[in-house]
C-alpha cells in the first residue's frame, strides 16, 4: 500500500465518516465564518480603514472573533471523538470506512478546500493570537477599552511616562511576569464583566517590584544631587496674592568617588514596613538593614500595635507612586492653572470661588460643566457687575478650565474623588514623607527616623519671604 493508500485508509476516511456530525459542522461553520470576518476586517485594516483607533473594534478583533474562531476550530475534533464513541458503545464502528471516490471532481476539490483551509486557519489564529495579546499591551486597552481605569487613563497623557506603556511598570519581566499578570488581568476582566471590581481600585501589592519595571530604564544610584524646586501658590484674598517658595532638595545619589547620599542614597539600602491600610498611608513599623549588616527598627510610639501586617520591602514607587498617573489636589489644579493663565490670576477672589466649586459634588462632566459656568456667572454678576460686562470671554475660559480640572480628577462611577489616590512624594498635600520621617518613628535606643527639615532640602525662600533671593534667580 502506498503511503497515500494508507492516509487515506486510516486517516482520511475515519475523519470524514466520524466528521459527518452536527457538532463538527457547526465548529467548521463557525472557524470559516469567523476567518471570513477577520479577512475583512484584516484587509480593511492594512489599506488604512480600519478605525483601529476605536477601543472596542480592538476588543472583537483581538479577542471576540479569535475567541469565536477557536472555539469552532475544537469543536470540530470534540465532534469526531464524540461521535466515535457514540458509535463505539453502539457497537457500529465499521469495519471499512466508506470508500472516498477521488475520481469525483466534486470530492476532490472539496479536499483540496479544506487542505487549504486548515493552512489558512493556522496562519490566521497565529496572527490573530499576535495581534490580540500586542493589543492587550496598548494603552487603548488598559486605559480607554476598560471603563474601569478611565481615571489613569485620562491622567496619565499628561506626565512623563506618557510614552511608557501601561505594561511596561504594571507587568513584571520575564515569562513568571506575564503570566501573574495575565492571570490577574483575566480575573480582573472577568470581574469587571460580572460588574463586580472594586471602586476605586486600588493596586499596590499588585505591583511588581520596581526591580522589574523602573529599574529597565532607570539606575537606583544614579548621581542627582541637588534640585532646586520652586512651588507657586494663590491665597484666597480678593487680589488672589500669589507667593512663592523655594527649596533645594538633596536627591543625590551615588557621587564620583562612590558614596551614596540625600534622598536617594539613604534608602538603598535595604528598608521595609508594616502598613495599617492598603494604601500604605499608616505605618507603624519600619527597619532599616545597614550596609554592615546590622538592623535597625523603628516603631510608631503614637500607634501602639502590634508588629502586625504584610512587611514590604520599600522600593521607588513608595515615594513615586504617582509618576504615569497623578492626581491633583483642587489647591494645587487651580494653583497651576492660575500660573499657567489659563484661569486669570486678575479676576477678584477667583482661587477661592474656583476651589469652592470645585469641591462641590456634581453627578457627571456635563452636570460640572454647566454648573461651574452659571455658578462663576451668577457670582460676578451679582458682586462685581462692572467686571462681568467687560470681561465674561475671560470669565467664561476660567469656567471651562474649572469643568476639564475638574473631569480630570473625579470620576463619580469609580468613586474616584480629591484625595483618593495620595501622592507620597513630599509632605504638604498627603502625609508622604512623614509617613515614616515625622519624628515619632523611634528605635529601642532611642534613635529617630530624622525629620530635620535640611536633611532633605533647604528651604531658601518660605511664602516670598526672600524676595531678593527670588530676584537673583530670574523668578518673576
Ligand atoms: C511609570 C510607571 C507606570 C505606568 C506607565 C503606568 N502606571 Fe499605573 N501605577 C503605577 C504605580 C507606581 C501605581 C501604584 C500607585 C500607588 O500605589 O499609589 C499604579 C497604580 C495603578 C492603578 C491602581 C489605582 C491607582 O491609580 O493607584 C491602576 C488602575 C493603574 N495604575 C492603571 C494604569 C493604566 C491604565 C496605565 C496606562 C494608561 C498605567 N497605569 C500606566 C505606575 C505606572
Ligand atoms: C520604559 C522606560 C521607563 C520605565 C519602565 C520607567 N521610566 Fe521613569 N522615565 C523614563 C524616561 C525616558 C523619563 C524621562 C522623561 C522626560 O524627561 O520627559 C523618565 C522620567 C522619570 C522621572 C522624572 C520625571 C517625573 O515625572 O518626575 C521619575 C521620577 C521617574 N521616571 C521614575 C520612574 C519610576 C518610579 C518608575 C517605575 C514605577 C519608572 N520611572 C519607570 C523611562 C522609564
Ligand atoms: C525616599 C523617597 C524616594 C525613593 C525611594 C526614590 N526616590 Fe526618586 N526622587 C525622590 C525625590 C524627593 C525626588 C525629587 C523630586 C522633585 O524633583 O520634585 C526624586 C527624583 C527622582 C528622579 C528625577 C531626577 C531628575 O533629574 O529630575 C528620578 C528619575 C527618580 N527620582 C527615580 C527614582 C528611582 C528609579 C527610584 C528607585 C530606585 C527612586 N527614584 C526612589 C524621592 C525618592
Ligand atoms: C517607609 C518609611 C520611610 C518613608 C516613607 C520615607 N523614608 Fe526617608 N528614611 C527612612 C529610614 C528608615 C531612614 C534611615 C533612618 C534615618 O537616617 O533617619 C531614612 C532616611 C532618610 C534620609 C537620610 C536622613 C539622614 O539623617 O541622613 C533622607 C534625606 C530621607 N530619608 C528622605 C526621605 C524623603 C524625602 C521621603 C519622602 C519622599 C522619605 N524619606 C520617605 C524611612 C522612610
Ligand atoms: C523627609 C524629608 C523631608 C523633611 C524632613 C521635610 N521636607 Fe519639606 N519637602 C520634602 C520633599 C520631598 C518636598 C518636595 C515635594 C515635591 O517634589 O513636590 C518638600 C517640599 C517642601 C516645600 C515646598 C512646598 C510644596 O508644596 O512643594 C516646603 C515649603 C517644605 N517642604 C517645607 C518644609 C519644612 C519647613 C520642613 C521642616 C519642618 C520640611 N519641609 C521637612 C521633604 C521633606
Not at 96 to 119: C, K, Q, S, W
Not at 202 to 218: E, F, I, K, M, R
Not at 229 to 240: A, G, L, Q, W, Y
Not at 278 to 298: C, L, N, P, W
Request: glycine share 8%.
Amino acid at each position: 500500500m502506498s503511503t497515500f493508500q494508507r492516509f487515506r485508509e486510516s486517516w482520511l476516511r475515519p475523519i470524514l465518516f466520524f466528521g459527518n456530525n452536527l457538532l463538527s459542522l457547526i465548529g467548521g461553520a463557525l472557524t470559516s465564518a469567523s476567518a471570513f470576518v477577520l479577512i475583512g476586517f484584516y484587509l480593511v485594516d492594512a489599506f488604512g480603514h480600519g478605525g483601529s483607533r476605536n477601543p472596542y473594534l480592538g476588543i472583537i478583533l483581538g479577542f471576540f472573533l479569535p475567541a469565536l474562531f477557536l472555539l469552532g476550530l475544537l469543536l470540530i475534533p470534540l465532534g469526531i471523538l464524540a461521535r466515535h464513541a457514540a458509535l463505539r458503545r453502539a457497537g457500529k464502528i465499521p469495519s471499512v470506512y466508506p470508500r472516498i471516490n477521488l475520481a469525483d471532481p466534486l470530492f476532490r476539490h472539496g479536499i483540496e478546500v479544506v487542505l487549504l483551509a486548515t493552512f489558512v486557519n493556522f496562519v490566521l489564529l497565529g496572527t490573530a493570537t499576535y495581534r490580540g495579546v500586542a493589543y492587550m499591551d496598548t494603552k487603548d486597552f488598559c486605559g480607554a477599552t476598560c471603563h474601569v481605569m478611565a481615571p489613569e487613563g485620562t491622567a496619565y497623557p499628561v506626565f512623563a511616562h506618557s510614552g511608557v506603556p501601561c505594561v511596561g511598570c504594571h507587568v513584571g519581566s520575564g515569562v513568571g511576569g506575564y503570566i501573574h499578570a495575565k492571570v490577574n488581568g483575566t480575573r480582573q476582566l472577568i470581574d469587571v464583566l460580572r460588574n463586580r471590581y472594586p471602586a476605586p481600585i486600588l493596586t499596590n501589592d499588585l505591583l511588581p517590584s520596581a526591580s522589574q519595571t523602573c529599574l529597565n530604564c532607570h539606575r537606583a544610584d544614579a548621581w542627582i544631587g541637588d534640585k532646586i524646586r520652586i512651588s507657586t501658590t494663590f491665597d484666597d484674598d480678593e487680589k488672589n496674592t500669589r507667593t512663592r517658595s523655594l527649596i533645594l532638595l538633596h536627591v543625590g545619589g551615588r557621587d564620583l568617588t562612590g558614596k551614596l547620599s540625600g534622598i536617594h542614597g539613604a534608602h538603598l539600602g535595604h528598608i521595609v514596613y508594616i502598613s495599617t491600610d492598603t494604601r500604605h498611608q499608616i505605618i507603624h513599623y519600619v527597619a532599616k538593614t545597614e550596609a554592615d549588616g546590622s538592623v535597625v527598627e523603628y516603631t510608631d510610639t503614637n500607634l501602639k500595635q502590634a508588629r502586625v501586617g504584610v512587611q514590604r520591602a520599600m522600593d521607588c514607587t513608595d515615594c513615586h507612586n504617582r509618576v504615569a498617573h497623578s492626581f491633583d489636589t483642587p489647591e494645587k489644579a487651580v494653583d497651576r492653572s492660575m500660573l499657567a493663565g489659563a484661569i486669570s490670576p486678575e479676576l477678584p477672589f477667583i482661587h477661592k470661588e474656583s476651589i469652592a466649586l470645585l469641591k462641590a459634588s456634581y453627578g457627571s462632566p456635563e452636570q460640572a460643566r454647566t454648573q461651574i459656568a452659571a455658578s462663576l456667572k451668577r457670582f460676578y454678576q451679582s458682586n462685581y457687575p462692572d467686571l462681568w460686562q467687560k470681561d465674561q470671554p475671560r470669565i467664561a475660559e476660567a469656567a471651562s478650565r474649572l469643568a476639564v480640572l475638574w473631569s480630570q480628577n473625579v470620576f463619580p462611577f469609580m468613586k474616584v474623588t480629591w484625595g483618593t489616590y495620595p501622592n507620597n512624594l513630599g509632605h504638604n498635600d498627603y502625609p508622604g514623607c512623614s509617613r515614616c520621617h515625622d519624628g515619632s518613628h523611634n528605635s529601642a535606643s532611642g534613635q529617630s527616623i530624622s525629620s530635620d527639615c535640611s536633611v532633605c532640602h533647604n528651604v531658601l525662600t518660605i511664602d516670598d519671604s526672600n524676595r531678593s533671593q527670588l530676584a537673583d534667580l530670574g523668578v518673576q
